[in-house]
Structures are given as C-alpha cells and as structure tokens.
C-alpha cells in the first residue's frame, strides 16, 4: 500500500547527505572532543567547524551556539539559566504567549512556583499576540521575554523583528523557539534583536538528540547541567560530535536550498488547503494565511468527528498525520493553542494537521485528499453530533 507522510512537524527523515556526512563520527573518528591526543583533536575540530556552520546560518558568533540535546533541553536553559541569573540583579518577571511549546509553559510554570512573576500573552484568532499589549506587560522587574517563532501546531509566524525591538528598547532579554521556523523563513539573530534562540535538528532533515540554544554576547546565563565544564562552561556533557556534524550538514544544506524548496512546499501547502476547503467545505483552517504562516503547516478543524480518529483511520489508509505536538499527541485535554485562538474544546479535538517537507510530491497531496475525503465521510456519519 502507498505510504504518505505528512507529519515533517512532529520529525524529519535524514537526509542521505546528512546521514554521509555522520557515518565516519560513528567508528572511524570516535574520539571525545575533550581529549589531548589526535582523535580527540579531530573530532574537536569536526565540533568546532559545526559550530561556524550553524552560527553562519542565523549570522552570530560561533562562540555563542552552545549545543544541547534537544530542543526541550535548549528552552529550559534558556529561561531557567537566564531566571537564576538574573537574581542577583533584582529581576524576577517572565513574559511568555499563551501558545507557547509545553517545554516553555511548563518552564515558565515551573519556575513561578519556584517565587518568579509570569505573564502569559493572550492571541487573536490567527494566533498573533500583539505588540502594544507586550509593551504593556514589560516591568521594571522584567527579565526575559519568550515568543514562539513559527508555531508547531497551527504554523502562525510572530514579527520577531517587531518582538526583538521592543525587547531591546525595554532592556529586557528576548528568547525565542525557533525549531519550527529554521530553515523555513530568514533568521538574522543580530537584525531581530535576539538574544536567544533555539533550534532542533531533527527538524531540518538531520539527527534526532542534537540541538542548540544561540547564546548572545554579554547574555547573563547560569549553566544547568553542571560537569566538566563542556560547551564554553554554559552545558556540561560530552558532545555527541556525530549528531553535531549531521546538524551542521544538516544546516549547510538549508543555507543552499531553502528559497527554493520552501517556495516549492509553500505551493503544494497551498494546495493541500485549497483541496480540503473544497471537498469538505465545513472544515475550518486554523492559524495565519500567506507569508504570517510556516510553508510546510496546514492545520483545520474538521466538524463532528474527532481528530484521533482521523488520524488513526488516515493512518489505516496510508496516510501519517497529526492531531497537534507530536510531544502531546497522546493527551486527551484540548490543544492549548486552539483553544487560545477561540476554539471551543469540542472543535479542538476534531483538529488535524498535516506538515509538509523535502520529500513531499504532488501525487502525495492528491493521494491524502482522495483518502480524508473517504475517512472523513465514513466518520461523519458515524458521530452522535452528526445531523443529516
């Protein structure tokens, strides 16, 4: 049977030029970047050239890319790192949005209880906060403020230039999760005033485990991890060189190609929306349109039946598509971001997301209307909320 997957959100295949690149980090250059003697040396040059890859991707320094192992990893540094080191300058305020990842709100969360101030955003119905009201949030006690780049769920792009101004004219640091958006819209850390940012790699066609966090020049950052001091002091652990150079091939790559390719998966997105308002005229798409909306993300909400059992029955048929985070797709409560967008709990769960990436075709996306169409009038009819 045909296999379509359209879920390049939840994770990404890696690259045949990715998985090259790490094959001789496994057996033949296995040395620990720490160490004296050659192999160490090599592979400490392996991390470091990784290390002037990625910062050339989002033009900072490379000694301010400090690699971690995942992006869940990248944003508890980010926000506990910078809370503890803000202590001992009287500041104690976080600003986040309410459609934030679940590794920010619960940090964040976590970190309330642990006695720090925490302002949760709201959003519009296309889940863009807005600026005045951030303006308005900023305290003298305030010291980070983090907003979701490219949103996974509903792939709403925030102005993060608009966000970083403003953060830089309060004095206050700005953070942002940039694993959805990397590699499918611009990111200039220094033009956006960013002073944190991070990024996965097992979102952009390379190794799952392997992430950063961009660390600005002169941030105030207390590590987490504490050890051998390993990552210019900020994350202790011996690297995972391998992933690491899977990551930064990974990120040459999108350097190379990605006007191209997202112009191209923008169109097939496009389509995939077109489609479905089509064939099933009740459905309701989620999030931003155009240019405020991540290439690769289409999101709709589908009356009566429920988003778990669309997926499963896609899945029967030869389709893989989500309901929301891959990271929560087993919880039974509401997506947190539609229901921050307006949606009533009932249309949250009868939500559907399909993400689009390097290997998707155009036969793939007529293939998935041909089977939602079939799956989507078998359960209809099916549902105690439908009405003939």
């Known amino acids: 049977m045909k296999k379509v997957y359209l879920d390049y959100a939840a994770t990404t295949p890696i690259d045949p030029r990715v998985l090259k690149a790490m094959l001789p980090y496994f057996s033949k250059k296995f040395g620990n970047s720490m160490s004296l003697y050659s192999l160490g040396r090599e592979a400490d040059e392996a991390l470091e050239k990784s290390r002037r890859t990625i910062a050339n991707l989002i033009n900072a320094e490379p000694q301010e890319i400090v690699f971690t192992s995942s992006a869940t990893e990248s944003n508890n540094l980010a926000l506990k790192g910078v809370a503890f080191g ?25 970190l309330r209880n642990q006695g720090l101030a925490l302002t949760e955003l709201s959003v519009d119905d296309q889940g863009l906060i807005d600026p005045n009201e951030l303006k308005k949030a900023i305290a003298d006690k305030t010291l980070i403020v983090s907003i979701i780049h490219g949103n996974n769920e509903i792939g709403t792009i925030q102005n993060i230039a608009e966000i970083g101004k403003i953060c830089r004219e309060k004095g206050v640091y700005f953070h942002t999760d940039a694993s959805q958006s990397l590699g499918k819209t611009p990111i200039d850390v220094k033009a956006m005033n960013i002073d944190l940012l991070t990024a996965s790699s097992h979102k952009v066609y390379g190794p ?24 210019l002091g900020k994350r202790s652990s011996t690297v995972n060189v391998a992933g690491i150079v899977g990551f930064a091939k990974a990120c040459e790559i999108l350097k190379k190609e990605m006007k191209t390719e997202n112009k191209r998966i923008a169109k097939l997105r496009d389509k995939l929306i077109k489609d479905i308002q089509e064939a099933i005229p009740e459905a309701k798409l989620n999030g931003a349109v155009g240019d405020k909306r991540l ?43 539609l229901t921050a967008i307006g949606l009533k709990p009932h249309q949250a769960h009868g939500s559907l997301r399909f993400s689009i990436g390097r290997f998707t075709k ?16 078998k359960l209809k009819v099916m549902s105690p909320l439908y009405q003939v």
């Open 362 to 377: 155009k036969e793939d996306i007529d293939f998935t209307i041909k089977k939602l169409v079939r799956v989507f009038d």
């Open 208 to 231: 799952k485990g392997v992430a950063f966090l961009y660390v600005g020049s002169g941030v105030v950052i207390e590590p987490i991890l504490h050890g051998g001091g390993h990552e």
């Open 86 to 110: 803000g202590k001992n300058r009287g500041k104690n305020h976080i600003i986040i949005s309410s459609i934030e990842h679940d590794c920010v709100l619960e940090s964040s969360r976590w």
């Open 295 to 337: 290439s690769n993300n289409v999101n709709f909400s589908f009356p009566v039946v429920e988003g778990e059992s669309l997926v499963l029955e896609l899945d029967f048929n030869g389709v893989a598509a989500s309901t929301g985070s891959a990271c929560s797709s087993k919880n039974l409560m509401p997506s947190h971001v």
